[in-house]
């Protein structure tokens, strides 16, 4: 059974910060793994996918980089912004089923 | 496009009541998902589905049932309800399968009482 752990849970800096999250995973024959923002009381919205051949994504500000051998992702967030204060979770796809981490919980100080 | 939508936005039932869960796309996706979200733990597959007429288990299917008769609609069923099921559940579809970009609804906050 795939065991998808995020750590931290929860993360507090000063604007202007670089981001750092970490995603782990135990199985490695992954299809792909995806990072998700989650606002208070909302739906998922997709940030990146990274395909198992792909060793990164980038959009913007944001960097996911993904070494599958070893069962890790990073989310990089550059320059942090106030907006940038959600849930992060990662999710993994074993076979059509995607399994979640718990995310990790950010807040961007003015 | 409204994307994906779900309905009601909220329920509180009484434990062994029944209810519908309502989820549609707009976007012609032939993957759609049910996933239930709890507090400290990271969401969990209840049911999928990878085109009408074609469902398949999750990790936590026990109590819930789904049909997919169309494209467009996957609604999950609660036979039975119990306080366990107190939850936030969240529906989502994509082209093709998980390996593509998954949309998510706004989600059900569901209470059992």
């Known amino acids: 059974k795939q065991e998808v752990t995020q750590i931290p849970a929860a993360l507090s800096v000063p604007e202007g910060e670089n981001l750092v999250l970490n995603c782990s995973f135990t199985?490695?024959?992954?299809?792909?793994l995806q990072w998700f923002r989650q606002d208070p009381g909302k739906g998922l919205t997709s940030l990146l996918l990274?395909?198992?051949?792909?060793r990164e994504q980038t959009s913007g500000r944001l960097n996911a980089s993904l070494d599958k051998s070893s069962g890790r992702s990073t989310l990089y967030i550059a320059a942090s912004q106030p907006g940038d204060s959600a849930t992060y979770l990662c999710a993994v796809d074993n076979d059509y089923k995607l399994s979640f981490g718990a995310g990790t919980t950010v807040t961007v100080r003015a | 496009n409204a994307g994906v939508t779900q309905t009601p936005k909220f329920q509180v039932l009484k434990t062994g009541q029944s209810m519908t869960l309502q989820c549609a796309q707009d976007m012609n996706h032939e993957y759609m998902s049910w996933y239930r979200q709890d507090p400290g733990m990271g969401l969990r597959l209840i049911h999928y589905?990878?085109?009408?007429?074609?469902?398949d288990q999750g990790e936590v299917p026990n109590g819930y049932n789904v049909s997919r008769s169309t494209t467009e609609d996957f609604p999950l069923r609660l036979l039975s309800a119990a306080p366990s099921q107190t939850s936030v559940y969240f529906c989502?579809?994509?082209?093709?399968?998980?390996?593509?970009?998954?949309?998510f609804g706004p989600g059900t906050r569901l209470t059992v009482l």
């Open positions: 589905s990878v085109g009408a007429g074609i469902t």
């Open positions: 990274i395909q198992s051949s792909q």
């Open positions: 989502a579809s994509s082209y093709g399968g998980p390996n593509n970009e998954q949309f």
């Open positions: 199985d490695s024959a992954i299809y792909n």
